[in-house]
C-alpha cells in the first residue's frame, strides 16, 4: 500500500487507541515487515509475541479470521481512509477508434491508484457533437485531462478540435501518443507524454499525485509488472483507420464527392461542418447496426419526416403533443402541413400548461378537429394520469434497456397492414436547452403494446375531452360547439383539479390545524373536522372511523346528504364497522412496512368489492358510488381510525357529480388533515389519561376505604372506555406468598364462566414472570405463547390477542400484579406502558399501606370484617339511642 508517514498513520488510527508500541509493531507490518523482521526491529522476545501483539490491533478495528488474510483488510481500511483525508484527484480519459479505446483502457489501469479516480469517457471523439455533449457534463470537477492518441490518427481534424477545447478548459492537460510518428504541426505545442516509456507514464502520475517521483514508478512499475495488459498495448500497431468510424461508406462516400472541391480543402469551418454531419449520419446507422430496433434524428426535423410518411404511407397516428413542451410548432405551418396530410382515423391528445393556453389555442385546434380526432386537457391532470402508467410493473421493466422509454410525449405510427413504430422524446429535452434534443423512433412490439395501452387508457380518463364535430359544419355551427366544449371543460377543469382553487385549499390548512388542536374533547374533534373536510372537498359525505375495544373500525361520526338532498343523520347504518383490511374502509388502515396504515383512492369506487351491507346501504342512501378517498389518522405511535369521503358534489345541483372525481391534490389535502385529526384525538385521549391517573390517585389515597371498594374501583377504570383493555385483574401476595386475585372487571361482553379463580403459587405460571424479573412482562400476540396461560380455554373463547403484566412494587418490595388483556394486537407503546407502571406504583403504595396497618387481608376476611363493623355501627346507634332517651326522662 502507499508509504504513509507515521505521524499521519497515529492521525489514522486515533479511533482505535492504539498504543506507542502498537504503532511501530503496525507501521513495520504495513511497510512489509516479517514478524522475523519486526521482533527483531523492536527487540520483541519471539514471534509469538509479535503475533499476538498484532492480533490485539486486528481485534481493535474488529478485524475477524484467521491466516494471512487479515493485513490486506487492515490495509483496505487505513488506505480509505488515507484517500478520504487527501481527497483523489480526478482525472478524465477520452481516446480517437477503436485502438484509442483500448489503449485508454489500459491507461486507466495503470492509473488505478489510491489518490486518482480514473473516468474513461464513453464516447469516441470522432463521434462530433455527440462527444461534445457528453465530455460537457463530464467536466465538472475534473483536476486532469487526458487525450489518448493511437497510431495514424493526429491529422484527423476530430482530434485537433477536441484538443483545443480540453487544453482551454482544462488546467492541466495531457496527450499520450502510442506510436514514433510525427505529430502534426496543430498538435505540437500541446504538452505530451510517451506511453511507450514507464518513466514518462511515472511522471504524468506524479504530476496528477504529487509527492515524491520514486513512488509514482513504484506503482507504475508495479501495474505494468503485474498484468500483460500493457504489453498487449504496446504490441498494437494497427492503424485506427482500420476501424474508426471515419472509415465508414457513408463517411467515404461523402469524401469522395467532394474531393475535389476546393473550398472543402481550403476552409477549415465548412470541412469541419460537412464530417460532422457525415459522422452524425454514422453514428445513427451505427446504433441501429443489423439486429438494432431503433433510429435517432433531432427533433427539429420530426414534423417534416412525419408529413413525409403521412404523405407516402396514410398512416393512423395516436399521439400527446404538450403544448409549449418539445412539440411547439402545432401553431405554425408545419404543425399545418400534420393535419393537413392526417390520416383521419388518427388520434391526438393536445395537453395545455393551464386554461389560458387552451384558450388562445382556439384556431389551430379547430383546423386540426377538422382533420382528425382531436383530445384535450391540462397539464395538472395529465402528469398524474402519466405517472401512475409509467410506475406500472410492465413499464419499469424496460427502464433498464438502453432505449427505455420514461416518456410523456410520444405517437404511435400504424399502417394499414399492421407496420408499427413509437416514436418519443426523452425526458430532457424539456429540462435544459443546453441538452441535445433527439427523437427516438422504436420498433420494439412489446413497447409499442405498453404506449398504446397508455393512451387508450388516459383518452378515456376524466378531464379529458374530445373535440367531437364534423368538419363540414358551417362557420356558425362550429362555433356554438366549440363554446359547448370550452364550457364543458371548464366544468371538468373545476371540478376534477385541485388546481383550479388551490387558494381555497391551502391557503388555510395552518388555520384548519390549529383549529383542530385547540379542540379538548373527541365529541368536539369529529364534527369539526368533518364539517371543514366537506366544506373545501365539496363531498356528499365525509366520516370519521375510530378503533374500539375489539379492534375493528366503528363509524364514530357522518356528515352528509342522501340522494334526496336530505341531511344524514348519526343513527343512519348506527353499527356500521370493518375490520382491519375489510371493505374499502379497512384496507386504510392495514399496516404497511412502516407499521401504519397509507391512503387508499379510486375514481371508480361503484367496481370496488366491498362488505355486501355495506355497499347496499350506501348505494341505496347515496344513490351512486363514484368516487372515494380513505386516509388513516396516523399519530406519534400508531394508527387511530380512518377519515373517509365519498363523490364529488356538483355545486349547481348539490347532487353527485356524473362524471367528476378526487385528484391527486385533494388526497394530499386530506391526508394532512387526517395526520392533524389523528394529533388532536391522540391529546383528548392524553387529557383523559391523566385525568384517570388523578382519579385513581385520589381515590387509592383517600381515608378509611375499604380495600375491596378500591381496588375493584381501579380495575373498572382501566377497562373503561378511555382505555384499549378489555379485562383487568389485581392481584396481592399473601403472608402465604400465594398471589390472590383481589378485584377483577371486563367489558360487557366478556364472562367469567369456565375462568379458574384460584390462588396461585409464585412460580406456577407467566404472571409470576413478573414478580420474579421485577419488571413488565408484555404478549404482543397471544396465539404464540397460549400454552402459557392457566386459563387458556377462557383466553381462547374470546380472542383475546395481547396481555401485558406489571409488577407492584413499592420501596423495592414486590406486592403483587396488575394484568391486561387487549381483543386487537396492541403493540403497548412507550407511552401506555408509562401510564401502567405509574398506576401499578399507586396500588403498590396503597398495598404497602395497608400492609403497615395489618389490614391487607383476603377478600373473605375482608368481607367478614365488613360485615363485623356493619353490626359495630347499629350496636353503637342503639346505644346512643338508649343514651338520648334517659337524658330526655332525666
Known sequence: MTNIPQDLLRELVVEEGLSDAELEALSLALDGKSPTEIKELLKIKSENAVQKKLGKIYAKFRISGK?????????????????????????????????????????????????VEALLLDTDMSSGSVWFAEIEKALEGLDFGVICLPKGCSAHPEVNSATGYL?????????????????????????????????????????????????????VNFKVSSSDRWEKVQEQEQSVADKSPNSSLILNAGLEIVKDNKCFHTNQIFQYLIINRLNNIDNQLEKVGSNGQAY????????????????????????????????SFWGNEEGDEVAKTANYDSERLFVFPDLASFKQSTKFLL?????????????????PLAAEFSSRGELTQWQGNHFALPTKEYAIIQTSDEHRLLAWYHEDNSKSPRNKKVIQFSAKPEEINLYEQAFETIKNAQGVIQFSFDHRDCQEQISEKFEQIKQDFYEHRLYSSILAHPEQLLKDLHGVRNELIALQRKEEIIPTALKLVRERLHCQTAAIFLFHKDGRLHREGIQGVDIHSHPIDNKWFADESYAV???????????????????????????????????????????????????????????????????????????????????????????????????????????????????????????????????????????????????????VITKSEILEEVAKCKVEEINWEGRIHKQIKIGENFTSKAIKLRKPQIVPLISEQIDNFKNKKWVERYKFASFACFPLISQGEVLGTLSVY?????????????????????????????????????????EGRKMVDEERKLNTKEKEQIHNTKLIEV
Open 822 to 862: 387487549t381483543g386487537y394486537k396492541y403493540d403497548f407503546h412507550p407511552s401506555t406502558q408509562k401510564f401502567l407502571e405509574k398506576v401499578a406504583s399507586l396500588i403498590a403504595a396503597f398495598v404497602q399501606g395497608l400492609n403497615i396497618q395489618g389490614l391487607n387481608e383476603s377478600p373473605r376476611a375482608l
Open 67 to 115: 491466516g494471512p488474510g487479515k493485513l490486506p483488510k487492515l490495509q483496505k481500511i487505513l488506505t480509505d481512509r488515507f484517500q478520504a483525508k487527501q481527497g483523489k484527484k480526478k482525472v478524465l480519459i477520452s481516446w480517437y477508434g477503436s485502438t484509442g479505446k483500448f489503449q485508454a483502457e489500459g491507461l486507466k489501469d495503470i492509473l488505478a491508484h489510491p489518490q
Open 581 to 731: 383490511g375489510q371493505s374499502f374502509t379497512g384496507k386504510a388502515a392495514l399496516p404497511k412496512d412502516d407499521g401504519y396504515g397509507e391512503p387508499q383512492w379510486t375514481n371508480d369506487f361503484d367496481k370496488e368489492q366491498l362488505q355486501n351491507e355495506s355497499s347496499q346501504k350506501y348505494s341505496q342512501k347515496l344513490g351512486s358510488k363514484r368516487c372515494i378517498i380513505a386516509v388513516p389518522l396516523n399519530g406519534h405511535n400508531k394508527t387511530y381510525g380512518v377519515i373517509e369521503v365519498i363523490n364529488k358534489v356538483d355545486l349547481k345541483t348539490g347532487k353527485p357529480h356524473p362524471s367528476c372525481g378526487f385528484a391527486r391534490e385533494e388526497i394530499h389535502w386530506l391526508s394532512a388533515i387526517g395526520s392533524y385529526v389523528a394529533t388532536a384525538i391522540s391529546n383528548s385521549r392524553r387529557n383523559k389519561q391523566n385525568q384517570l391517573y388523578t382519579d385513581l390517585l385520589n381515590c387509592l389515597v383517600e381515608p378509611r376505604q375499604n380495600p375491596q371498594e378500591v381496588y375493584q374501583k381501579v380495575t373498572c377504570r382501566l377497562c373503561s372506555p378511555e382505555t384499549a383493555f378489555k379485562v383487568c385483574i389485581i392481584r
Open 296 to 327: 435517432s434524428m433531432p427533433f427539429e426535423l420530426y414534423p417534416r419526416y412525419l408529413t413525409f410518411l403521412q404523405q407516402e404511407l396514410t398512416p393512423s397516428v395516436k399521439s400527446v403533443a404538450i403544448i409549449e413542451n418539445a412539440e
Open 367 to 383: 383546423e386540426h378537429a377538422s382533420c382528425y380526432k382531436v383530445f384535450v386537457t391540462t397539464l395538472d391532470k395529465y402528469l
Open 167 to 219: 487544453f482551454a478548459k482544462l488546467q492541466y492537460f495531457r496527450l499520450v501518443h502510442f506510436s514514433q510518428e510525427e505529430l502534426t504541426k496543430s498538435l505540437l505545442p500541446f504538452p505530451k507524454v510517451d506511453g511507450t516509456k514507464e518513466d514518462d507514464l511515472a511522471k504524468l502520475l506524479n504530476e496528477i499525485i504529487g509527492g515524491e517521483l520514486q513512488e509514482a514508478k513504484d506503482w
